[in-house]
């Protein structure tokens, strides 16, 4: 099987098990051979600084708590590896079958990142090439290159409309 097959899942856990099933399912993939199937497994946290009285520290919180995200070739095999880690209580999905996440929701829940070349900047005529203003014409007002997305200023209606996209959907306008 091959990694193109691999499909990100969301599997649910005891509260505060997250960590121990994902490094848990990751020694079984080795052990049992099965890192062609189950190719990745992540719990997606941020770094938060806190801060208590005078003292500041970072930690990390964790983005969705009580689920993990598995990338795998879904199978009989994988699917019983999953379920039979202690801590997991099962797929997210209707019934027992898992629904994959599709690649809009990887990106959008930031389980992973995708580069985009940004070949504009703030003050660039761009045209929308995706979504249901396409082939609008509109001038970038704001970009944030960390949340993949740029507020562009497009006419519509006569009068001056801010939209937000993502960077893949907007390119620039060549003279």
């Known amino acids: 099987m091959a990694e193109s097959e691999a499909k990100w899942y969301v599997v649910h856990t005891y509260s505060g098990y997250e960590n121990k099933v994902a490094t848990d399912l990751k020694t079984t993939a080795e ?29 990390e919180n964790k983005l969705f708590p009580g689920y993990v995200f598995v990338k795998m070739v879904y ?4 699917w019983y590896v999953v379920r039979n880690i202690r801590g997991c209580t099962g797929f997210v999905g209707p019934g027992s ?28 005529s761009v045209r929308i090439i995706d979504g249901p203003l ?6 970038v ?4 290159a960390d949340k993949d997305y740029v507020r562009v200023v497009v006419s ?14 907007a390119e620039p306008i060549e003279d």
């Open 31 to 59: 052990n049992r051979n099965l890192q062609d199937m189950i190719i990745d497994v992540k719990v997606p946290v941020e770094i938060v600084t806190e801060t208590v009285g005078d003292k500041t520290k970072e930690v």
């Open 75 to 78: 199978t009989d095999e994988t």
């Open 97 to 124: 079958k898992p629904v994959p996440l599709t690649d809009a929701e990887v990106y959008r829940m930031g389980v992973e990142t995708r580069s985009v070349k940004l070949n504009y900047s703030v003050g660039d």
């Open 134 to 139: 396409e082939d609008f014409v509109g001038v």
């Open 141 to 144: 007002e704001e970009i944030d």
């Open 156 to 169: 519509m209606f006569g009068r001056e409309t801010p939209v937000e996209l993502e960077l893949a959907q």
